[in-house]
């Protein structure tokens, strides 16, 4: 699919992998809108690309749903959904001072990552199937996993789980949206340089870039945007997780 003229909706658009993806897209002619909980990044975004504003959480399903109509309005139906909307969080199961991992922080992550993408990939299908495909393509959603999913650090277990959820869903969603001519992809990025990192010491930053065989640095937020806009103009990638880690394992 071409995305010239086409409405894309980028959920964590507001910053790091998301904003740099909705940037790509925009300068490939689509319209933009950019949902994240931060209204104010939200809004600098969708500013900047004369796009869409919305201030939402991707577990709900009300918020996530008005902000699709209201996306609607402005652009026409979306035929692109890139969910980025995460979180991180690291903590050991048992600490040093025997507190154990709270349960309720475990189910945030993965209400946020894995229930957040399912919630806005269903409502993103539910709205796109209106509408006539595109030539063979009504639509395509990209998901974001992470190289936690296959290998995850000991002291991010609900992350790692979270994305291996996401991996999880990519073929079924594909084969179950494939009736609809909607293609479903995910990228799985190794350690990239966004805010979620940028609040780590640099020296520490320099050493995670270190690990990576080859290029020995932390990936550019431009290069996921790159692979995400390959995806979505590539009719014949599907069903597929793509690991973007400089062979980082
Ligand atoms: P980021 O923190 O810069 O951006 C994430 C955005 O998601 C933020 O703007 C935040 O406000 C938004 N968000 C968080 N929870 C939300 C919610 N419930 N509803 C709506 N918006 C919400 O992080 P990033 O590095 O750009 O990460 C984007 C995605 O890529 C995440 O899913 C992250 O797990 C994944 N990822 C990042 C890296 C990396 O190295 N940066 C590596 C692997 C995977």
Redesign the pocket.
Known sequence: MQLNGVAVFV??????????TARAMAAKGAKITV????KG??EKVATELRGVAIE?????EEQVKAGLAEAEAAHGVARVLV??????GTQRLLDRDGIIYPLEKFLRII???LG?TFNCVRLFAQRLVSVEAIGEERGVIIN?????AFEGRGDGIP?AAS?AGVVGLTLPAARDLAEYKIRVNT???????????LGLPEEYRKRIGELVPHPAR??H?SE?AGLAVHIVENGMLNGETIRLDGAYR
């Open positions: 959920t964590g658009g507001g910053s790091g992998l998301g904003a740099a949902l994240d909980q931060s990044n939200a939402a959480d991707v577990t709900s969910n980025c909307a995460g979180i991180g209400s946020v990552n957040g974001t996993a992470s190289v936690a992350y994305k990228i799985a990025p190794g350690s990239f340089e966004t805010p979620l990192l932390l990936g937020a996921f």
